[in-house]
C-alpha cells in the first residue's frame, strides 16, 4: 500500500518480555517518527529518524527503550523487560521533509501494546 | 509547565455554530504550527499548518496564530456531526521534533 504501514496491529505480552514493533514508512519518506498515546492523552514524541540516523531520542523514556532505522527506511521500535506501564498504542509517522520545514506527518494505524 | 497545553474538553456545539480550539505553547523558538484531527480509534490527520502571524483560512477551517501570546487557534465554522473528532495541536521548535497538546474533543450536535 502507499501508506505508512505498521506491524503487528496488536500485541499482548507478559510482564518482562521483550517485544518489536515495525514501521514500514512511504516510499521516499526520509524523516519517521514515533510516539505513543495513552487513552485520553495527545501522542507522547518518542524519537524521530533523519535518514538513518536519530535526529533526536530525547523523548525515549528509560534505557529500555530503543529504535534503529538501519537503511534509511524501515524502522523497529524495542522495548526490553516489558511492564505494565509501557502499555499504550505505539504510533509512527513519515514525512517527506521534516516538520520543522512544514512537512506533513502521516501516520500509520498504530500498534497496540499490552502488557499484562 | 506543559510544552502545548490545550483544554481537554469536551466542546459542545450545535451544528452549523462556530467551533473555537484553543491552544498555547512554551517555547519562544517555535516555528511551525499545526493543527491534527482524530477520529475515535483512528490515527491523526493533517487538517492545517500555519507559520506565520495571522489567520490562514482553507474552507470552513481557520487557523489564527500568535507568536507573541505564544498562542494558536482553530476556527471551524458551520459545524458539521462530522467535525465531531479529537483536534490536535502540535508544535516544532527549532528542530523536526513535533510535540503535540493532549487534544481537545469536539461534539457537534444536530
Known amino acids: 500500500g502507499a501508506g505508512v504501514s505498521q506491524t503487528p496491529s496488536n500485541k499482548v505480552t507478559e510482564k518482562g518480555k521483550y517485544v518489536e514493533l515495525r514501521c514500514d514508512p512511504i516510499s521516499g519518506h526520509t524523516a519517521l517518527y514515533w510516539y505513543r498515546q495513552s487513552l485520553g492523552q495527545g501522542p507522547e514524541f518518542l524519537i524521530y529518524?533523519?535518514?538513518?540516523?536519530?535526529?533526536?531520542d530525547s523523548g525515549l523514556p528509560n534505557d529500555r527503550f530503543f529504535a534503529v532505522r538501519p537503511e534509511g527506511s524501515v524502522s523497529t521500535l524495542k522495548i526490553q523487560r516489558t511492564e505494565r506501564g509501557d502499555s499504550a498504542v505505539y504510533l509512527c509517522?513519515?514525512?517527506?521533509?521534516?516538520?520543522?520545514?512544514?512537512?506533513?506527518?502521516?501516520f500509520g494505524e498504530g500498534s497496540r501494546l499490552t502488557v499484562l | 509547565q506543559k510544552e502545548v497545553e490545550q483544554n481537554s474538553g469536551p466542546l459542545s456545539v450545535p451544528e452549523g455554530a462556530i467551533a473555537s480550539l484553543n491552544c498555547t505553547y512554551s517555547?519562544?523558538?517555535?516555528?511551525?504550527f499545526f493543527w491534527y484531527r482524530q477520529y475515535s480509534g483512528k490515527s491523526p490527520e493533517l487538517i492545517m499548518s500555519i507559520y506565520s502571524n495571522g489567520d490562514k483560512e482553507d474552507g470552513r477551517f481557520t487557523a489564527q496564530l500568535n507568536k507573541a501570546s505564544q498562542y494558536v487557534s482553530l476556527l471551524i465554522r458551520d459545524s458539521q456531526p462530522s467535525d465531531s473528532a479529537t483536534y490536535l495541536c502540535a508544535v516544532n521548535g527549532d528542530t523536526d521534533k513535533l510535540i503535540f497538546g493532549t487534544g481537545t474533543r469536539l461534539q457537534v450536535f444536530p
Open positions: 517555547d519562544r523558538v517555535s516555528q511551525s
Open positions: 529518524f533523519q535518514g538513518t540516523g536519530a535526529a533526536d
Open positions: 509517522a513519515s514525512s517527506f521533509v521534516g516538520s520543522g520545514s512544514g512537512g506533513e506527518l502521516f
